[in-house]
C-alpha cells in the first residue's frame, strides 16, 4: 500500500486527507507518512502505553512530503524510502537516531540499516520493504517465458507489458537485465547501457503503472500479461482469487526496495515519543501484521525470519537464489541522470 | 384601384391550442393600397399578418399573393418583406451591411448591390449612415434601416408590424407622416399591423377592425369613422358619446328620433341605418356638438342643458 | 500554473463585458484575494524561472539559460507540441459536440422544460472527474464495454488495443470531460438572440442553412469564443488525464513541469516550462480572439 501510492492521483486524494484529517487529536508526536500507515496494528505497543495514536499527517510522493518539510511543515517522524533519504539528509531535515534507546536495533535489518550509517551516525530505521520481480498472468503467458527478463523485450509481447512510473524500480530493471545487480558501483557505461536497454523495452509498454490497484486491474482486466512489479500485487491479487504468477528468479535476477522512519530535526513533539514509537514498531507483532495483512517486509529481520520460509514464499520475500539488486542509496548526480533519462524515454526519445 | 386584389384572404382559420387566434377571416387588398389591421392587443392582427409572411401556417382557408397560392411556401420564398416590431436589425453588421442582406441571399451581383443600398439609404434619408453599427443608432433610425433593408428588395407586399410602439410620441408623428410619403414614392402595397387606431386613420387608405380573431368593419378611414356599422367599432375609434333612442318619424331623407333627457333629433338617412320601432343606440362625436347661447338654438337639432364644469 | 495564469488572462479580456464597478470597496476584497492567491505566486513563479538550482540549492542569478532550455531542447518541444495538439482536438470534438447540444436546447426545447434539461447535462459534474476518466478507462479497456461488444457481435476476434493508452483516449476522455463547460456558454449565446432576428434573416430570403451562418452562428460566436478558451486553456496544462490513459505516447507539458518541481530537483526549469506554455497558451489565445473579431467584422 505503501508504494501503491506513491504517484499520481491517489497522491493528490492523499494530499486532501492529509490537509484536513491529523494534527487536529491525538497525542503529541506527529507523524508525516503514507497514506494508510495509520494502521494500529503497526504499533500496538505506542498504544498501549499512551492510550492515543500518533497525529498522522499524510503524503501521496516523496516529493511532496519534502517539499512540505522544507516549507516549515513541523513533523517529528517521517517515512520516505531508501532513494530519498540522502536527499533529505542534504537538505538537513534529518537528524541522527540515538540508536541506544531503540530496543531491537542488533534485529534490524543489517543491510539496510548500514546503507544509511553516514559518518558513524544512522539516519534512517528500516521497517518496511518489498521485492520488484516479473509479475505475470500463467493463463497467458508460460513460465518458461519468464524465466529472463529479456521478455520485457520480445516484440511478441508488444502492448502486454506494463513498467512501473518510478525511476528506482525501472532502472534496477534496467541494471539488472544488463548484468549490473549493485547499482552504487555503476559506471557511465553501465548506466548508459541499461538506458538503451529500457528504450528498447519502451516500444512494449503499454502504460506505466503508478500503483498496485491500477496494476491489478490492468493484469486481471487482460490489458497487460507481463508487469514488473512490487510483490504486494500478486499478494494482493491472490487475496482476490486471481491467479497470478510471480518470478522472483529470473537468471538476471530481481530486486529489494525498502522504507523507513526518520527523525526530523527540530519536531515539535516529545523524543521519547519518538522512540516510544520506533521500538512499537519493531515489535514482533508489528513484523508479523505487515507480512500477513499488507504483504511487506519487515525492518525487523529476526522477527521475519521466525516467521518461516513457507510464509515468506508465499508473500514474495523469501529468499532466491539469483542475484538481487538491492535498492540502496546511490550517488545523487547518478539518481538525477537516470530521473532525467527515464522522462526522455518515457516520452519517446 | 380596379385591378385584382394583391392579396386574397379566404376564409383563413388558426388557433393555438384551444385559443383561436384568427377564425374565418376573408380580407381582399389591392396593389398600392395602405392597408391596415387594427384592433385590441390579442385580436389576431399579428397573426394574420404573421400568415402574410409566412411564419405561422393557417389551419384552414387559403391565402393568396399576386394571384399564387401562398399555402406551403415558405417565408423566404415569398413576394413579402417585413418591418419587425423592434426592427430586427441585425446587431453583428454594419447598417450598410444590413440592407444588403436580403440582395445578398438573392445573390445580386456585387456591383448593383452598392448601388441599391445607396439608394435605399438615401430613400429613408441615411444617405452616408452606411458604415455605422446599428448600435449607434437611435431608435427612429433603427427604424428605417429596416425599412430601407425590406424595400431595397423590391417586395410585392411590405408588411409592417406595429413599427411605431417602441416610438416616443413626437418621432411616432415624424415617422408617420415620412412612411406615408414613403409608401406613396414607392407604390408598394404596405399591410400594416397596430393597436392604435389614431394612427390606423392617419395613414391608411383602408383599415380592417379586428375583434377577437374575427373582422369587424373593413372601411376606409372616413367611413369608419362616420359611419361605423357597430357599437364595438364605433366604440374603438375615436371617442364617441352613446346615447339610448327610440325611433319616431322615418322619411326618405333621415330620421327622427327621441333621445331620453335631449328630446327630438333628427338624423340624416346615410346615417341612420335602424327602422321605425327599433330602440337605437345614437352615437355623437363629442367635436361634433357645439355649446350654444340660450336662445340661440335651431328647433330639432339642439337640447337644453347645463354646463356642470370646464377643463382646458 | 498554468491554468491560473492563463485564466487570469481570461478575467482580463472579458473585463470589458463587466459593468463599471459601482466602487471600489466592492471589488477590493476579491480584488486583494486574487493579488494575493494568483498575482503573488505567479510573480514568484516568474522569479523562479530566472535562477538556477543546483540539486537542493537555488542559485538567485539571472539567468536566461531555463528559457534556452525550455523552447531548445528536443524533448520540450515535442511535450509542447503535443500538448497543443491534444488540447486543439479536444477542443474543437468538444465545441463541435456543445454546439448541436446547446442549439437543440436553445431552440427546440420549451421554455418550462429548458432547466430540467440543463440540468441533466450537468449531472456529469456530480461525479468526480478522476470517476468519469476510470469511467472511459472501462469503457476502453481490453476487457471494457466497447471490446465486449464488439467481440459479442462476432466483429472482431481480438480485443483491440489501439483505443485505450494513446493520445486518441486522451482527446476523447477531456472532451467528455469538459463538453459541459462548453455546452453552457454556448447555450447562453444562443438564447439571447432575439428570435426576430432569425425570422428577419428568413423574410429577407435566407433559407436554414445561410441563416445559421449568417446569424446564428455569428450571434453565438461570444459563446462559442468562451467555450473554446474554457477548454483549451486548462486542457493544455491537463496532467491527470494523460497520466492515465495516455499510455506512453500520451505525456504532456504538464506532466514534465510536474517531473522537474519534483523528483528533478529543477524547479526554475520546471517555472520557465510553465511560463512559456503560459506564454504560448495566451498567445494562442489572444490571437484566437482577434481572429474570431475579424471573422464577425467581415460582411456575409
Redesign the interface.
Known sequence: MQRMIRNGLAGIAAVIIGSTAGLAEGSDLVVLDWSGFDDEGFYQGYLEKHGTPPSYSFFGEEEEAFKKLRAGFAADVAHPCSQSISKWHEAGLLEPLQIDRIERWDDVNANMKEAFNFDGNYYMLPVDWGTTAIAYMPDRIQAEDVETLQIFLDPDYAQQISLPDNVDDVYALAFLATGVSDWTTASEDDFARASAWLRDAHRNVRTYWRDGAELSQLLASGEVSIAWAWNETPTTMRLDGVNVGYNRSPVEGSSTWFCGYVDLAGGPGDESLVYDFFNAWLEARSAEYIVNEWGYGHGNQAAVDALGSDVLDAAGLGAVSVPILFQSPMDNSLREKMIAEFELIKTGF | MNNDPIIRINRVRKSFGPVCAVSEVTLDIAPGEFFTLVGPSGCGKTTLLRML???ETPDGGSIRIDGTSMIGV???KRP???V???Y?V?????VA?NI???L???RVAKGEIIGRVEEALAMVGLAGYGARSPAALSGGQRQRVALA??LV?RPKVLLLDEPMSALDKKLREQMQVELRTLQRTVGVTFVLVTHDQEEALILSDRIAVMFEGRIAQVATPHDLYQRPQSREVADFIGVMNFLSAHATVSTPDGMTVEIEGLGQVTIPRSQAPANLGDDPVVGIRPEMLTILQDGTHAAGRSARGSLVDLQY | MVQAGLFHMILRSCRRAVAPSPGLVLISPPFLYALILLAAPIVGVVMLSFWSQDFLEIQRDFTFANYQTAWTERVYQVLMLRSIKVALLVTVATVLLAFPMAYFLSFHIPKRRKQLWLFLITIPFWTSYLVRIFLWKVILGYNGVINGTLTTLGIIDEPLRFILYNQAAVVMTLSHAWAPFAVLPIYVALEKIDRSLLEASVDLGDGPLRRFFRITLPLAMPGVVAAVLIVFIPTVGDYITPNLVGGPNGLMIANMIEVQFKKANNDPLGAALALSAMALVGTMALLFIWATRKYLRSPS
Open positions: 409572411a409566412g411564419f415558405p417565408a423566404n413579402t418583406n417585413m419587425f416590431q423592434n430586427a441585425f446587431p453583428h453588421m454594419s451591411d444588403a442582406y436580403g445578398r441571399a438573392a433593408r425590406a428588395l
